[in-house]
C-alpha cells in the first residue's frame, strides 16, 4: 500500500534524468575512481566562491552572539538588502527598480514556485519552448496550472514565435523564458523578443488578465564572446524575472535568489503583494539570513568566467574531434549535442559504458539530443576525449 499521493508516485516512477545519472555516477567512481569517471550530469558549480564570501562568512560568526543575528524579518527581506540589489539589477536590465519591486527568495526555484502560486488559478496553461529545464513542469504542477511546450527551432534552438504565439489560448497566463537556456546555452536575441512581445501585446487586448512574462536568468552572467542578453523589462511591461545566485557566486546550496517585477508594469503593487504572501503561505517565510546577507556583501563581485569559456572551447574541440553534430552554446555552461544514431537514452547508456556522463534530452522534453555540463575541471573534458570518440564508433558500428 502505498503512502504517497498518485501525483508524487508517478514523478518518483518516472524519476529525475539529471539526479538518476549523477547517482549513477556516484556509484561509478566508488567503482573505478574519481579520476576514471567523467561526470556531465549535473549543473553544480565547482568554481569556488569569491574570497568576498568567505570574509562576509567570517564577519557573521563574530555577529553570531548578537541578539537577532539570524532572526525573522519582512517577508520580502531585508530592506537595505533589496535595496542594494535594486541598484544591480538596475544596472543589468537598463531600467531603475526600486527595493520595493524585489522579493528576496530561497533561490531561483522558490521564486518561480512563489510567483506561480500567486498568480495561477486551477487549469491555467504556462507556455515555454522545448527543451526546457525539467523541473518548471513540476513547478506549474504544484499550483494546478498545466505547461505546454513548444519545439525551439533549430539548430540553434532559438524562440519559434508565430508557433509560440499560435499556442496561445484562452488558458495561457505566463510565458516562461530561460535564457541563456538551459540546456541548449541560446541567447534569445532582441529582435526575436521583441517580436514576441509585439505578438503578446495585441493578445492582450482582449483579455481581462495580461499575459506574464517569466524570465528564468540565473545564467545571465555567463554570455560568450561579447554576446549581450536582452533586457526583457525593457521590452514588455508585463515581465518578472527571477534569477539566482547559484551560478555566479557559486553558491547553489545556499539558495539565494529574488523576483523582480518590471518598474512600469501596471498593478505591480498587488502582484508583488501576492507573491510576498505565497513566499511565506509556501512554507519558505523568507530568504536566508545567511544568505542575504553574503549577497549584500558579494554585489559586484562574481566567479572568473573567463574560465568557463576556456571550458567551453575545450568541449567544443573534444566534440567536434570525435565527429558530433552540435550549435555552440552563446552563454550558460552546457552543450546539447545530437546523439547519434538518434536514440538519445542508448547513446547516452553507450557513453556511460565509456565512464562518460551525460543526460539524454529525453528529460528535456527533447528526445535524440543530450545534454553535457562543462562546469567541471578542464582536465576532465580533456581526459573524457577518447571516451566520447570510442562512444560514436560503437554507435555508427550499430
Known sequence: MSMLSTEISEALSKGSWIRRIFEQGAEMKKLHGNDRVYDFSLGNPDLPA?????????????RAG?????????????????????????????????GTDLLLTCGAAGGINAFFRAVLTQGDEVLCPRPYFVEYGFYVGNHGGKLVTVAAAPPNFDLDVPAMLAAITDKTRVVMLNSPNNPTGCIYSEETLRELARGLRVLNEKREKPI?????????????????????????????????????LS??????????????MPGKEELMNGIVF???????????????????????????A???????DAMARVLTEAGYEFSMPAGAFYFFPKA???DDIAFVA???????????????????????????DQKVIENAAEGFARAIIAAEMK
Open 50 to 62: 569569491p574570497p568576498v564570501v568567505g570574509e562576509c562568512l567570517s564577519d557573521l560568526a563574530a
Open 66 to 98: 548578537e541578539p537577532f543575528a539570524f532572526g525573522y524579518m519582512p517577508n520580502a527581506g531585508y530592506p537595505h538588502v533589496r535595496e542594494a540589489l535594486a541598484k544591480q539589477v538596475s544596472q543589468e536590465q537598463g531600467v531603475k527598480f526600486e
Open 212 to 248: 506574464l512574462l517569466l524570465a528564468d536568468e540565473p545564467y545571465r552572467f555567463l554570455a560568450y564572446d561579447n554576446a549581450v542578453v536582452p533586457s526583457l523589462p525593457k521590452i514588455y511591461p508585463y515581465t518578472v524575472v527571477v534569477s539566482s545566485f547559484s551560478k555566479n
Open 251 to 264: 553558491l547553489a546550496g545556499e539558495r539565494i535568489g529574488y523576483v523582480a517585477l518590471a518598474p512600469n
Open 278 to 304: 505565497a513566499n511565506r503561505i509556501l512554507g519558505y517565510v523568507n530568504a536566508p539570513a545567511i544568505g542575504q546577507t553574503l549577497l549584500l556583501k558579494s554585489l559586484g563581485h562574481q566567479v572568473d
Open 306 to 312: 573567463s574560465i568557463y569559456a576556456e571550458r567551453r
Open 340 to 342: 547519434p544514431g538518434g
Open 350 to 376: 553507450k557513453l556511460c559504458e565509456q565512464r562518460v556522463l551525460a543526460v539524454p534530452g529525453t528529460g528535456f522534453g527533447m528526445p535524440g539530443y543530450f545534454r553535457l555540463t562543462f562546469c567541471v
